[in-house]
């Protein structure tokens, strides 16, 4: 039998194995392939929030603005005032309002909230995060007064829109309202704040105003000057960004 001899070109090698490892690292890039999602980056919303101060002689203690879902409440009057609601409405603290588990973000004023005056606070939110916010202060020249915003909803508004609201004292509930000496945080009598005893009707109502001594209430510490009319409180919020 006629034996017939063949030997590959050196070229045609090279050509062989290239391909051999062409299909070889697609194979391995089949098996690897990683695909990367970048998430989109959060759209944030900035709102600003004035409060002015309307009584004649009431300072109001630092401020506290909170975010929170659409469905919360800090308070409900007819009902009885949570702890956090009794610290601020007492003493000012509010310490217990923005550890509330339905709190997202909360920022305090700088100091005291003096007749007439104005601050301004923000708060800048994740736009997911839009829904509702709420704000108190105690009117300090008293037992358990406080004021402020209880669940305003904010989703919604367009960049540069403004609300104007005003607000009443309520009260507490929580102490009653004997005006007397040693009982009240205020630069009128310098005295207790928070106390855990409740001895008043211990619900949530409309304040019905101070007395002093100048009508009648013998052993009140307040003069004429700490009494107030609703409202209390002016407000006015702004979507900035």
């Not at 990683?34 to 009584?55: E, G």
């Not at 409405?89 to 005291?112: F, R």
């Not at 829904?131 to 008293?142: D, G, W």
Request: aromatic content about 4%.
């Amino acid at each position: 039998m006629k034996r017939t001899d063949f030997t590959l070109k050196p070229s045609l090698i090279a050509m062989l194995a290239a391909a051999t490892l062409l299909t070889a690292c697609g194979d391995d890039n089949d098996d690897d392939t990683t695909v990367v999602v970048t998430p989109p980056a959060p759209v944030m919303q900035t709102f600003t929030v004035t409060v002015t101060n309307l009584t004649a002689n009431q300072p109001m203690s630092p401020v506290i603005l909170a975010s929170h879902a659409s469905d919360a409440m800090l308070w409900n009057a007819g009902e009885m005032a949570s702890e956090a609601i009794e610290k601020i409405a007492e003493g000012g603290d509010t310490a217990d309002i923005a550890a509330l588990s339905v709190i997202k973000s909360s920022v305090n004023g700088t100091g005291l909230l003096m007749p007439g005056m104005s601050e301004t606070l923000t708060l800048t939110l994740d736009e997911a995060d839009v829904a509702s916010i709420s704000l108190a202060t105690m009117l300090v020249n008293t037992n358990d007064a406080f004021t402020g915003i209880n669940s305003y909803t904010i989703a919604g508004m367009e960049v540069d829109a403004t609300t104007a609201m005003k607000f009443m004292a309520y009260d507490a509930g929580t102490e009653a309202n004997s005006e007397a000496k040693g009982t009240m945080p205020g630069p009128a009598d310098g005295g207790e704040g928070f106390n855990a005893s409740r001895d008043d009707v211990d619900f949530v109502h409309i304040h019905p105003g101070v007395i002093s001594m100048y009508d009648g209430l013998t052993d009140s510490v307040l003069g004429a000057s700490h009494r107030f009319d609703n409202p209390v409180l002016a407000v006015t919020i702004m979507r900035t960004e």
